[in-house]
């Protein structure tokens, strides 16, 4: 079956985020959106940033509930659903806000740019030979499907039940992690480790323990170019400075694996449990060096930007990062209380993906009125 189709210019309104100026900028501040925030179907909100906005920008640049927030450049067409009751968020330039008619259901709407994403159907659309775009004209005549509102409210309901159970296990994954955090800081930070009550302060530190330069303690190597045409989809994921970027038939680096954002979201920090394709945008960790408490001890690194033009980490200037390095009893101790936290996390994942790849199977089926509803 064929649903009717229409440009999406005839079916939805959409703008561009503002450009922010840092000197130029007034008014109320307010957090904004960015591309680095926007993923296939959700928001990473850990970094988000602030700007001013003045009063008669925060409707034309804000969001609400069941705007979907497209990227513009960066990764173009990637985008998510924003389910926020809460106005007072905006986005930037690199982003467009795209708020359906009445006509079509918001969710319906996203997935219908889900299983064009999916497919590569925005990249024709692309400009810039570097660094990608989406730009507005073009976006304006992609053709979206309209089914009757019935059958898109019957589809929309079916794939966000997946969407659902994913979404509710990032949340026990956040709090698993947020658990792990507290429990680094509260050992590591304030200093309240097992037995602290005893332990003689020497130099500041806790004696057995030693603060030192991250050269002393691991090496970072480079990932290698893997660009997206090269990538064959497989069970490995694909590591840039924003994460997991995709999955690869081969692994490069054994894991578990520790990745350090390079270019672009400099000094962000992620974890494999399994073996993994890192790019030329990131470190990665020798497998000695792997555990989790280093893990958590990374994030808590103050890595800045070192580059003029791109964002971008120098190495040497990583290395001579200071770090603490507890006792190899307290830091086994932290490890045996953080695994368990790390192997839900782990099973929680697998299942998100399974669910992913339930969902990607019936996506294209039922937006091409293959299984009827």
Not at 61 to 90: L, N, S, T
Not at 156 to 174: F, P, Q, V
């Amino acid at each position: 079956m064929t649903w009717p189709t229409r440009p999406l210019a005839d079916v939805a309104d959409f703008c561009l985020g503002k450009m922010l100026d840092q000197r130029k900028n007034k008014g109320t501040l307010l957090p904004y959106l960015a591309n680095v925030n926007v993923r296939w179907g959700q928001f990473d909100l850990d970094d988000l940033r602030e700007m001013r906005f003045e009063a008669a920008e925060m409707e034309r640049y804000g969001v609400k509930y069941g705007d979907i927030v497209m990227c513009e450049g960066g990764e173009p067409g990637r985008c998510a659903i924003w389910k926020d009751q809460m106005p007072g968020m905006m986005i930037q330039k690199a982003l467009h806000r795209i708020r359906p008619h009445e006509c079509l259901d918001h969710r319906f709407l996203f997935y219908s740019f889900l299983h064009t994403g999916k497919k590569g159907g925005f990249s024709p659309l692309f400009t810039g030979a570097t660094i990608k775009h989406l730009p507005r004209q073009k976006l304006a005549k992609v053709e979206v499907p309209v089914p009757r509102l019935e059958i898109q409210l019957k589809i929309a309901d079916i794939l966000s039940a997946y969407d659902d159970l994913i979404e509710n296990n990032r949340r026990r994954i956040a709090l698993l992690e947020r658990a792990a955090r507290e429990i680094y800081r509260e050992w590591f930070v304030r200093l309240r480790f097992p037995g602290h009550e005893h332990s003689k302060i020497v130099d500041n530190v806790p004696e057995g323990w030693e603060r030192t330069a991250l050269r002393n303690i691991c090496q970072l190597k480079y990932g290698k170019a893997l660009k997206a045409e090269h990538r064959v989809r497989g069970e490995y994921p694909v590591y840039g400075s924003s994460g997991i970027i995709g999955t690869h038939d081969k692994a490069r680096v054994q894991g578990p694996g520790i990745i350090i954002g390079r270019k672009g979201n400099v000094g962000s920090v992620y974890w494999s449990d399994g073996d993994f394709c890192p790019i030329d945008t990131v470190y990665f960790l020798e497998p000695s060096a792997v555990t989790l408490y280093f893990y958590y001890v990374l994030q808590n690194v103050d890595f800045i930007n070192t580059d003029v033009a791109v964002p971008g980490l120098n190495r040497n200037f990583a290395y001579s990062r200071e770090i603490l390095v507890p006792s190899d009893q307290v830091r086994d101790a932290f490890d045996d209380i953080a695994k368990p936290l790390h192997d839900q996390i782990s099973l929680l994942r697998k299942e998100n993906k399974s669910l992913s790849l339930a969902r990607d199977l019936l996506l294209p089926r039922l937006m091409d009125g293959r299984i009827s509803v």
